[in-house]
């Protein structure tokens, strides 16, 4: 199973950025996708996640309102449209896949991108 990120840089602060997290290996079929993140010095969160059907769907709270989590089955890929973003959004961006819940354990991660927003 492989996932790989990409759509990560650097953005001004209010700008926006798409990441897209592409899967290969497996049908995403009953799979929970998601997005999490790790600043430097802090410890990684999960920023939104997606269900296979796209019925349940988390985020959050930092980023209600401005992140929105999608998933496309038919091109095993999912993606993170972040809009209005803030310098405390820095982080490297990470896919996953569970067959569990939101809540993990998380059982396949992508490599990771960068993503900086400068004030």
């Known amino acids: 199973v492989q996932l790989v990120e990409s759509g990560g840089g650097t953005v001004q602060a209010r700008g926006s950025l798409r990441l897209s997290c592409a899967a290969s290996?497996?049908?995403?079929?009953?799979?929970?996708m998601g997005w999490l993140r790790q600043a430097p010095g802090k410890e990684r969160e999960i920023v939104a996640a997606?269900?296979?059907?796209?019925?349940?769907?988390y985020y959050a709270d930092a980023v209600k309102g401005r992140f929105t989590i999608s998933r496309d089955n038919a091109k095993n890929t999912v993606y993170l449209q972040m809009n209005i973003l803030k310098p405390e959004d820095t982080a490297v961006y990470y896919c996953?896949?569970?067959?569990?819940?939101?809540?993990?354990?998380?059982?396949?991660w992508g490599q990771g991108t960068q993503v900086t927003v400068s004030s």
């Open positions: 996953a896949a569970t067959t569990s819940s939101w809540s993990g354990p998380w059982d396949f």
């Open positions: 290996g497996v049908a995403l079929t009953n799979v929970t």
């Open positions: 997606v269900t296979w059907s796209g019925s349940t769907i």
